[in-house]
Structure formats: C-alpha cells, structure tokens
C-alpha cells in the first residue's frame, strides 16, 4: 500500500513495483474515475470533496481485503482513521515522501495534473502543498510501516529501496501505531 501527497510517485512507483512482484497495480483514483464516469474534478465540482471521500473509503474498504496487489489510493485517504486502519491491518504501508519543491515540480511537470488533481484550498500550489503537507504529514507518519524519501531518487532506485526494506536489509521506519 504506497501512500504520500500528490506528485510523491504513487503510481510510476506502484506500476514498477508491481511489475517486479508479478502482482496486479491497484490506483484507487483511477478506479474511482472509471467507476463514476467522470473526472476527480467533475466529482468535487457536483458533490464536493465529502462526495469524493465517500466514494474513496467505500474503495479503500473494497480493495484493502483483495490479497497479493500493489495499492494506491488518493493522497487523501488517511485523513479518515478506517481507512487508515484498513490499510495498516490487510498491507504493509509505505508512505512515499518528497521535498515540497520537488512535488510542485513534479505537479508542473504533468499535464493532466490540473484536470485529475483539482485543487484543494484554491490557494496556489506551493501555498496549497505546504498547508496540505502540514496537516497530512502527521497522518502519514501515523499510517506508515515504511519510509522512503523519493527525493532525488529515480523510480528504480525507489522501488529497489523499497525491496530492500520488505526484505529487512535497510532498517524500518515504523508509523505511530
């Protein structure tokens, strides 16, 4: 289960490591995308972000007790505690991190960003990713079983290290539970 905010590499990440494992990749916004019929934006445009976050913990709630696959839901998803303690208790939870500067870049950096990933406060992105992070960060490190700062780091190396932790080589960084 790979959490961490927008732009932390969730799903390149996800995609790789779940090539490696042979498992299937699960991005929970995609599947929610697929299932409404309509974009993230679309959906907090005409229910808000509590319509979004329903539609979210019913996946979270769903996917968490399929075994064997590679997770990603939203970044959002630990702001509700069931959906935290769903992902702690059926996956190991790997919260991916990067520098501030480096998640606006990566946000600058993609295309279909503004259209998948509408905004959260309306402020602008570096204003938005420093309040978000501040109030997501604790969450994060609350869910997370393992820690892997993607700053710096190219998908591989991202996905060897996360090899390395499942495989007790590199110590673990636990969450606060």
Do not use: C
Request: hydrophobic letters at 45%; zero cysteines; aromatic letters at 4%.
């Amino acid at each position: 289960m790979l959490i961490g905010a927008r732009a932390s590499g969730k799903t390149v990440v996800g995609q790789a490591l779940a090539r490696l494992l042979d498992r299937p990749f699960v991005d929970l916004d995609q599947v929610l995308v697929a299932e409404a019929g309509r974009s993230i934006a679309e959906i907090v445009a005409e229910e808000g972000w509590p319509g979004f976050r329903r539609r979210e913990k019913e996946l979270v709630a769903r996917y968490t007790r399929r075994p064997g696959q590679v997770l990603a839901p939203g970044g959002g998803a630990v702001l509700d505690p069931d959906n935290v303690a769903l992902l702690r208790e059926y996956g190991v939870v790997i919260w991916l991190t990067a520098a501030p500067e480096v998640l606006i870049s990566r946000l600058k950096q993609d295309p279909e960003s503004q259209a998948f990933r509408p905004s959260l406060t309306g402020a602008d992105p570096a204003a938005e990713m420093a309040q978000v992070l501040a109030e997501r960060e604790p969450r994060y490190r609350a869910a997370a079983h393992l820690v892997v700062d993607t700053t710096g780091m190219s998908v591989s190396q991202v996905v060897e290290s996360i090899l390395e932790m499942l495989q007790g080589e590199v110590p673990q960084t636990p969450g606060g539970k």
